[in-house]
């Protein structure tokens, strides 16, 4: 099975100042048709995952363009270019190359 | 608009099954996989597999394999994840998340509200 990792798990960052999120594969998540099957999720507090990132630098429908996401092969990051307070929650990377689906341990980020 | 209405919280006994419910509308069912990934509480995401809605077959993570069973309901438009053998370990809420079969890539664009499953003797 894949190895996720994420870093840091925890961020604590002042509304306006910019934020990123590392995640790590043990293997590469290029797929032969040229996509990398990495995702972004955010989980805000008591509420279900909400798609931000998909195939490592779309973003969903809806999701401000403060979001981006970049990366290839195993190594892969979230930006936020400026967080707002309503960004609070845990951010979750996956793997969606090959099942089993296999989520990073998750990005807590608090508001200053 | 979309919507994926998940079925109410359950208790139940260790070694018995839960049989929890996603009905979704606003679009064309059949045109999607539907994905349940669990989360243990004070934890992360857990996928646990999928079903293809309109051909029934099915993928489950290793660690359900034998386990768990996903079904769906293609004249009511609500998929099912069927978890037998419960113990302490499987306490947790379960999410239903679709999946759009005809585009690249997989990811869940739309989340249920989740089923909280506690296991308690």
Known sequence: DFVITQSPLSLLVTPGEPASISCRSSQSLLYINGYTYLDWYLQKPGQSPQLLIYLTSNRASGVPDRFSGSGSGTDFTLKISRVEAEDAGVFYCVQSLETPYIFGQGTKLEIK | ?121
């Open chain 2, 1 to 121: 608009q979309v919507r994926l209405v998940q079925s109410g919280a359950e208790v139940k006994k260790p070694g018995a099954s839960v049989k929890v419910s996603c009905e979704a509308s606003g679009y064309t069912f059949t045109d999607y996989y539907m994905h349940w990934v669990r989360q243990v509480p004070g934890q992360g995401l857990e996928w646990m597999g999928w079903v293809n809605l309109n051909s029934g077959a099915t993928d489950f993570a290793p660690k359900f394999q034998g386990r768990v069973t996903m079904t769906r309901d293609t004249a009511t438009d609500t998929a099912y994840m069927e978890l037998s053998r419960l113990t302490s370990g499987d306490t947790a809420l379960y999410y239903c998340a679709r999946d759009d079969a005809l585009q690249a890539g997989t990811f869940f664009d739309y989340w249920g509200q989740g089923t909280l499953v506690t296991i308690s003797s």
